[in-house]
């Protein structure tokens, strides 16, 4: 038995426009083709299943994050990834990352410090490894680790120049239900960061208090705890239709713990025989910070001129669409 994962993703949020944008996706895809092995069933959540020996993939994830609730916020994600099968139960990855954001009319000290717009650039890269201890399709459940280091220089809130390192760990968890119709999976991750700002001439004067905006250039450090879940339900060949949950939380050096958000929505995914695409529409549905420092923007709570005060919106966007897709060789 097979089943796959992957993502990508276009276009500012709209209800007419995601509409628009599943109809068209369907469309293009309404061609029953047999499932591919290994495929990404969900945009967030990452399965237990390795590529094989001797097997590779490509994948692209294309994210967009919209809205901050003042001014303008559009910000695209790209990853292009190639993965490789060492051995039946051992996989290894390489990225390569891109950006493009364009913002305006939002000043945050620490993170949102001016105006900001291009086109998709270079921003980082990465490696992984993923290691099954048991494999969903041939054990009662799937079972895996999962590592990965990455270099980012721009910073993904802003756009403006950060060298960023990341360490992560991962759990992941994978059932197979009623021979495939049904999947379940869970991940439980650790992510470690060491970031330095680079200096910024000339900042925009913060209303509120009439001094430049606050960029602080000192090195900091950073953990975080990432918990996600997903279920899909094949209710085609071929076609599988799922929901995602996402909790996100921070903590930081100088703030301890420092915001914290839930992220809740649909995914849609269509498996060929050599090639497969997910999307996935996730929205934040509750967040916020800890605690009660100054500046507010420290430590997560709701940034002057928030229109939502339920939710984390300075290091979060209200919507995320990310749109996979893969092909395996």
């Known amino acids: 038995m097979a089943i796959r994962t992957g993502c990508l993703c276009l276009q500012r949020y709209s209800p007419t426009r995601a509409a628009c944008f599943f109809s068209a996706l ?4 309404l061609v029953a083709l047999p499932a591919a092995a290994d495929e990404n069933l969900f945009g967030y959540v990452l399965g237990a299943e390795p590529t094989p020996k001797g097997h590779n993939e490509v994948y692209f994830w294309l994210t967009q994050r919209a809205d901050k609730g003042t001014g303008n916020y559009t910000a695209y994600d790209l990853k292009a990834e190639y993965e490789h099968g060492l051995t039946d139960n051992l996989a290894t990855a390489f990225y390569l990352k891109g950006q493009s954001i364009n913002t305006s009319g939002i000043r945050i ?8 717009k291009y086109g998709m650039r270079p921003s980082g890269v990465e490696a992984s490894l993923k290691y099954a201890f048991l ?10 680790a999962y ?33 495939g119709e049904v999947v379940l999976a869970g991940n439980l991750g650790l992510e470690t960061t060491y970031a330095k700002r680079a200096p910024i001439a000339n900042l925009p004067i913060n209303d ?4 430049p905006l606050d960029w602080p250039t000192t090195p900091e450090m950073e953990i975080g705890v990432i918990a ?8 085609a060949p071929n076609w599988y239709v799922g929901v995602e949950a996402l909790y996100d939380t ?13 992220q809740l929505g649909p995914t849609l995914h ?20 800890f605690e009660n420092i100054e500046p507010s923007s420290y430590n997560g709570v709701p940034y002057a001129g928030q229109d939502d005060l339920s939710l984390h919106l300075i290091e979060k966007t209200k919507n995320e669409v990310r749109l996979k897709v893969g092909f395996n060789f």
Request: hydrophobic share 40%.
């Open 228 to 235: 996600a879940f997903g279920a899909a339900y094949r209710f």
């Open 26 to 29: 369907i469309s293009g895809l």
């Open 208 to 211: 509120a208090t009439g001094d």
């Open 109 to 116: 000290d620490g993170y949102m410090p001016a105006d900001n």
């Open 147 to 179: 590592f990965s280091a990455s270099y980012d220089w721009r910073d993904a809130h802003s756009g403006q120049d950060k060298d960023k390192f990341t360490f992560e760990s991962k759990l992941l968890l994978q059932k197979y239900l009623l021979d």
């Open 250 to 262: 921070e903590f930081e050096t100088e703030v301890g713990t420092e915001r914290w958000s839930w």
């Open 135 to 144: 494999r969903p399709a041939l054990d009662d459940i799937g079972l895996a």
């Open 270 to 289: 269509y498996g060929a025989k050599s090639w497969w695409a997910t999307l996935t529409w996730m929205p934040q549905v509750r967040g916020g910070g």
